[in-house]
């Protein structure tokens, strides 16, 4: 029997330049959700300085040039209407997506989470 399961990654754009910070499989959507909020909360936190104890899975530090950013990402996660949003979103089957830009450095950073079959993601 295939069970289902989500995906989430953070990804940095700059100018033409595309990277994958890190992200997960899981079981849930609600591990997804956790994940990034997680993710989200360690990259405002951090704000480009070195974080200890890195969990590992966990997403390498970013280091943004406004705090725009950092307080964008923070408001996400820990903002009951946008939790309940996103996972209504990925409850519907759609794919998350929440994207932070720091406009100093043409820089922007997304969190995303999907659905995703076992096949699709080892």
Do not use: C, K
């Amino acid at each position: 029997m295939m069970r289902a399961s989500y995906a989430a990654e953070v990804t940095l754009t700059a100018g033409q330049r595309f990277a994958s910070l890190g992200g997960v499989t899981v079981r849930n959507r609600r591990l997804a959700l956790l994940w990034l909020r997680r993710q989200a909360l360690r990259l405002a936190n951090g704000h480009g300085g070195a974080v200890r104890d890195e969990p590992p899975g966990d997403v390498r530090p970013v280091v943004f040039h406004g705090s725009d950013a950092p307080e964008g990402l923070r408001l996400w996660a820990t903002d009951h209407h946008h939790q309940d949003d996103a996972i209504r979103t990925l409850e519907a089957g759609l794919p998350l997506r929440f994207t932070v830009l720091d406009p100093a450095v043409g820089l922007s950073l997304t969190l995303a989470g999907w659905h995703a079959s076992p096949a699709d993601h080892p």
